[in-house]
């Protein structure tokens, strides 16, 4: 492990987004630990992978970067880089507190001396410690063959301390074959599970969940037993018996149940057979599995049974006829479903991000929302590139093309949990080098309520670099929410029949109508209040 003091570029500039106009706190590029060899013709790159935030507010923004040293500090094989984990952590304020990176041994043939060059990790994603550090997951190349190029991995999981100084690591895996971690989730305390996949003859992996404890000591590990060609995604049930695991598996859907243990069982979507991308899974409190997937341009939803029976599967896509990639799902306590990513272009609409709401009971949809960036064409981004808050707020990280070839801005969408007024949009470039490929791989909240987003940036000089990014949101003022009566629904004629009724000293029709002070100004009964309500309801500003 190494500590690296990078090349940072500070930045403080204002953006106005296609409705409200919220700041850009700051943003860093990180451009890479080390300077190549001489003579050599590539640049530093840097592949962005995951983001985590601590309780103080602390960024942490993980991925790949390409190491010209290998572990005892010469030059390795000439000219020709290794990626090792990285992460740089900044404070709230955009100074960074350290960087580090790690580079897991690799031996030779015999196991039992260094090899002659370093291995290729690759971390895939990232959780934030309570005590203030990460653990990083991913792929760790461990062993060569004799010649060199033929090379075995193991799941490689990584805890950074507070300081930056590595605490522990952990291979899964026994290096015959090759294993690798996909996603990791805490166990609300110290501990962690792991998820990956370990190869198989058929080009395919067996699942795989592992518990480690605090000190990084594998507890336990279930083995599916069935091949993912992809294994995507891990879970913790709200109550934190269960958790599971979701891939996809020569062109159907899997879902594996690991309970305490590690006793698994796999369950079979058949909603969601026949090449489903963008699948995520959720874990409802009655033990129940929202699974999410695209196929065909449809969004495909399905709710799974802890038995296994699938209880109902919907297909949707907007009224508008716009085609779904879906990128996570969640379902919070009320049995709100929400499904976030991006929808694609038709004849007079553009790509834009978007959240939608169904009913967990029957899998009816509720709401459709979708955010523009100014531009025409925004996409969202795979794995971190969704955040969906408990409260329902949602966060949607990505990219849109500017019109020029290779120009791409971040894109980011965040949606009220209820409120469509609420929502709204912004794009990013980096400011030294505007006219480049940035493109943003994911996004968190930190406590105040900013939103932090990590992604590459296109440096020149064949170099990729991780651009870290803070937004201030809108100041909003304090007018209650358009959906008057809480029922998640909106528009709808019942929200301003209810507003007239409480309006004349009557009862809201679902018992949970927001305060007729709508402008929270304390003064009421005043104009303003029915002036502010049909403001908001066309979409205007209280």
Not at 300 to 319: D, M, N, Y
Not at 515 to 532: C, R, S
């Amino acid at each position: 492990m190494r500590r690296i003091a990078a090349l940072l570029i500070l930045s403080v500039a204002g953006i106005a987004s296609s409705v409200h106009a919220q700041t850009i706190s700051w943003s860093q590029v990180f451009n890479g630990p080390s300077e190549p060899p001489v003579g050599a013709t590539l640049g530093s790159t840097e592949d962005p992978r995951a983001i985590a935030v601590d309780a103080a507010g602390n960024i942490f923004a993980g991925g790949v970067t390409q190491s010209f040293e290998n572990a005892t500090g010469g030059v390795k094989l000439k000219f020709v880089p290794h990626d090792d984990f990285v992460v740089i952590t900044y404070d709230g304020a955009g100074q960074q507190l350290w960087g580090s990176v790690f580079d897991f041994p690799t031996l030779g043939d015999d196991q039992s001396s260094p090899a002659t060059r370093s291995g290729v990790d690759s971390m895939a994603a990232m959780i934030a410690t309570p005590e203030g550090g990460v653990v990083a997951v991913g792929r760790a190349t461990t062993r060569y063959s004799e010649d060199g190029f033929f090379g075995f991995t193991q799941a490689g999981v990584v805890k950074f301390n507070a300081d930056g100084e590595v605490a522990w690591n952990q291979l899964l895996g026994d290096g015959a074959v090759s294993t690798v971690a996909t996603a990791v989730v805490g166990d609300g305390g110290f501990g962690m599970y792991v998820g990956g996949g370990t190869a198989l003859a058929t080009n395919e992996q067996d699942s795989f969940v592992t518990y480690l404890d605090g000190a990084g000591v594998p507890v336990w590990t279930a083995a599916a037993g069935y091949p993912f060609s992809q294994v995507i995604q891990v879970v913790r049930d709200p109550a934190g018996a269960c958790v599971a695991l979701a891939g996809i598996s020569g062109g159907g859907c899997k879902l594996v149940r690991v309970g305490a243990g590690g006793v698994s069982t796999t369950q079979e979507i058949p909603a969601l057979a026949g090449g489903a991308t963008g699948v995520g899974v959720a874990l409802a409190s009655d033990g129940c599995a929202i699974v999410a997937g695209s196929l065909g341009g449809d969004l495909i939803l399905a709710k799974v049974h802890p038995s296994g029976s699938q209880v109902w599967s919907t297909t949707w896509r907007p009224s508008d006829g716009r085609t779904v990639v879906s990128r996570a799902v969640s379902v919070d306590a009320a049995g709100v479903i929400r499904v976030a990513g991006h929808v694609g272009s038709i004849a007079g609409l553009p790509a834009d991000l978007f959240v939608a709401t169904f009913d967990s009971t029957s899998g009816a949809s509720k709401s459709f929302r979708a955010k523009d960036t100014g531009l025409n064409r925004a996409e969202s981004s795979a794995r971190g590139g969704v955040t969906i808050e408990p409260s329902g707020r949602t966060l949607v990280a990505g990219f849109v093309s500017t019109g020029v070839a290779g120009d791409n801005d971040y894109a980011i969408g965040v949606f009220d949990a209820t409120d469509a007024s609420r929502d709204w949009s912004a794009r990013w470039s980096n400011p030294t080098n505007p006219q480049v490929d940035d493109r943003a791989a994911a996004i968190m909240a930190l406590p105040n309520g900013n939103i932090a987003v990590v992604g590459r940036s296109d440096g020149g000089a064949s170099s990729v670099d991780i651009a870290t990014i803070v937004l201030t949101p809108p100041a909003t003022v304090a007018c209650d929410g358009i959906d008057f009566n809480n029922n998640t629904v909106f528009p709808e004629d019942a929200d301003v029949i209810d507003f007239f009724e409480v309006l004349a000293g009557g009862e809201c029709s679902t018992g949970l109508c927001n305060d007729i002070d709508f402008n929270n100004n304390t003064v009421f009964p005043e104009d303003a209040d029915v002036i502010d309500f049909f403001e908001v309801l066309a979409g205007g500003e209280c």
